[in-house]
């Protein structure tokens, strides 16, 4: 079975990835910083934000591809997807602004958990059924 909905989120994901990424890279080269947070609280924000998205994506992303092989349809790999999708960029626009917007982070947080429950519940249903 070829994968042909999943890729388009695994690379919208990492496009939000590399942001952040860049975002952290910039203010590492503005302000002369090499190694750690150096207790800068601008960096370590900006550095967390693109941790939480590596920690979280990844499995995100497995549970979606498991899916995808497994014959999910169309319209529930979607949902999956962009639940996904829009969970990440809110908690990234939370965790970037000054001061943090926690609603969005929040928000950003459930909606990722939320797929990932959902998603690894029906995977383990239509697993054991």
């Keep these: 079975m070829t ?4 890729p388009i989120y695994a690379a919208l994901i990492v496009l939000l990835f590399l942001g952040l990424s ?17 207790g800068d609280k601008n960096l370590l924000k900006r550095m967390r934000a693109q941790a939480n998205c590596a920690e979280y994506a990844p499995l995100a992303l497995l549970l ?3 899916s995808e092989l ?10 999956m997807g962009l639940t996904l999708l829009a969970g990440r960029v809110l908690h990234a626009l939370g965790f970037a602004a000054t001061p943090q917007k926690i609603v969005l982070r ?22 054991v059924i």
């Design 22 to 38: 860049w975002r952290v890279i910039l203010y590492r080269r503005a302000n002369r910083l090499s190694l750690g947070d150096t």
């Design 70 to 79: 497994m014959g999910s349809p169309a319209v529930a790999l979607h949902l």
């Design 3 to 6: 994968l042909t909905i999943t």
């Design 64 to 66: 979606m591809v498991m």
């Design 106 to 127: 929040q928000l950003g947080m459930l909606l990722t958990l939320l797929m990932m429950a959902v998603t690894a519940l029906g995977l383990l249903a239509h697993a």
